[in-house]
């Protein structure tokens, strides 16, 4: 796969690049990061990127003609980092993992001149609702909750299992040692018996989802075992009370 990311501050990928699972992901050539720097798309002895905005007011907008111009060079689904785009969720995630290219603009100052996302946007990402100085942050984000998707970057147990792949939150985890600061690891994960261990970690997945996200349980269709556990939760969460 090969992500385009179009920047006019390209030195904040570097570090992106060359740290953890990204950077082996690259090494392997399982996925392929073009950072461009629109600058090098712009006309002038100033290579101007930004303009006053029609109308007045405060900040700057991004010019059209070079990122229409690097946009020509660059191909796959464009997506626009924007807090007026659809909310990045993990099922957006395995979706685009399935695209070939991506380019993704991250803009900056007022955003971008609106012709260029009517004429060249396929997709506004946005992280959540809130305003960031620039569009590098999401532009890292959305790749790397894309690249780990990737076949083989990391293993497929791995993401199965992490929160929303398959619409539960995930379960908790603990490494050695077995007792820390008096708190024991629970028995079950230590048994080494594999079917309970399992039963154990979907029940945890379930209470998790359960007391802190009931709404991703709405439309969930419920295995007969899910459904035996979530009636333990509640009882157990009544006697609580
Ligand atoms: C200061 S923001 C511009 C915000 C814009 N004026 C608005 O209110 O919709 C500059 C850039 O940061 C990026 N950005 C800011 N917040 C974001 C968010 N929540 N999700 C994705 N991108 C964001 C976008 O690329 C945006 O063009």
Known sequence: MKINILTLFPEFFDSFKSHSIIKRAVEKEQVEINIV???????????????????????????PEPLIKALEEHKGKVIYTSPQGVRLNQGLACELANEKEITIIAGHYEGIDERVIESSVDLEISLGDFVLTGGEL????????????IPGVIKKESYENDSFYNGLLDYPHYTRPAEFNGIEVPEVLMSGHHKNIDEWRLKESLKRTYKRRPELLENRVFSKLE???????KEELNNDI
């Not at 629109?38 to 905005?53: N, S, T, V, W, Y």
């Not at 999401?138 to 998707?149: F, G, K």
């Not at 459904?227 to 939760?233: A, E, G, H, V, Y």
């Open 138 to 149: 999401p532009a890292m984000v959305i790749s790397d909750s894309i690249i780990r998707l």
């Open 37 to 63: 720097n629109i600058r090098d798309f712009a006309e002038g002895k100033h290579k101007q990127c930004d303009d006053l905005p029609f109308g007045g007011g405060a900040g700057m907008v991004m010019k």
């Open 227 to 233: 459904i035996k556990l979530l009636n333990q939760i």
